[in-house]
């Protein structure tokens, strides 16, 4: 099975950036398409972006959408989330998923990271 370990997160003032990273351990992300959600405490946990293994096709929840890139380095079995101009509801754990399926849906993202953290301050 699959293991995932996301890196990165950390504190950071609104306005600020953040680069986080998804590394898998033991096999390569290939043949599962990769995405970041977030859960923020006492929240269900959302869709932040997605990337195709190809890494042509990509899609965003719309509240990241022109602020958040994500792509993916196969040759480094690594997917990254590029976060720019950071809000304070950004704060959330950050997790990384692989699922066989083009889905924004949770439940059907197979493997999971242990999640990282990220704060926004004022």
């Known amino acids: 099975q699959v293991q995932l370990v996301e890196s990165g997160g950390g504190l950071v003032q609104a306005g600020g950036s953040l680069r986080l990273s998804c590394a898998a351990n033991?096999?390569?992300?290939?043949?599962?398409?990769m995405g970041w959600f977030r859960q923020a405490p006492g929240k269900e946990r959302e869709f932040v972006a997605a990337?195709?293994?190809?890494?042509?096709?990509?899609s965003y929840a719309d509240s990241v959408k022109g602020r958040f890139t994500i792509s993916r380095d196969n040759g480094k079995n690594t997917v990254y989330l590029q976060m720019n101009s950071l809000r304070p509801e950004d704060t959330a754990v950050y997790y990384c998923?692989?699922?066989?399926?083009?889905?924004?849906?949770?439940?059907?993202?197979?493997?999971w990271g242990q999640g990282t953290q990220v704060t926004v301050s004022s």
């Open positions: 990337i195709t293994w190809s890494g042509r096709i990509t």
């Open positions: 033991g096999r390569t992300f290939s043949g599962y398409f």
């Open positions: 998923a692989a699922s066989q399926l083009v889905t924004t849906t949770p439940r059907e993202y197979d493997y």
